[in-house]
């Protein structure tokens, strides 16, 4: 399967959002990736219920929404209201993630486990069968236009066997200082899906970048 690529809009022209929006729905991206931050699980506030909804409305593909918030099992429901089709959760957030997985199927929604970079893959062992998604920061979680961490290979290498030798199809997702540069790597060591925001919205040609990640 050809890997997917999921541009994150915070680093998008939050001015234009509906230009940007548009903009992706004419590209080569497969999702729309969206950071929600509670300024608590994470040093920083990024948007929320009512940005999602309004996004929703403009979107024509898959809603990737990652949540870097505390207790994410307050909002599920809210967050299929608005159009989330993959709802990712932080394991370091989750006290019952087992719980959260059930209510996010429940809701219709592809499971997500997101992993911090100090994370081990490993701990996914109990319930890599009840996940859609791993998405593996390759940054410390809270910001876009960080430098990407080289250990990061090694983590989706070793899930990448975890997954297959189960014989399961949960996607692998890389995000955080992800370019041109380390995308094909990224592939070659299992990755199905890139997010990438610095790289493609602050470049001249956002549309031409995006398949330059495609076709990488
Ligand atoms: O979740 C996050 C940051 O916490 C990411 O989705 C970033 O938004 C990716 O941004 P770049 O590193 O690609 O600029």
Redesign the pocket.
Known sequence: MAHLIAP?L??SDFANLQRECEMLNDSEADWF?L?VMDGMF?PNISFGIPVIDFINKHAKKTLDV?L?IEQPDRYIKQFKSVGADILTVHYEACTHLHRTLQAIEQEGMERGVALNPHTSVELLEPVLEHIDLVLI?S?N??????KFIEGTYRKVERLRTMIDSRGLETKIEI????TASNARKLIDAGANAL?????VFKSDDPKRTISELKNC
């Open positions: 994150s915070l680093a990736h950071d994470v990652h870097m920061m940054v979680p809270g910001f876009g236009g960080q995000d955080g200082g992800v997010v990438a925001g610095s790289f």
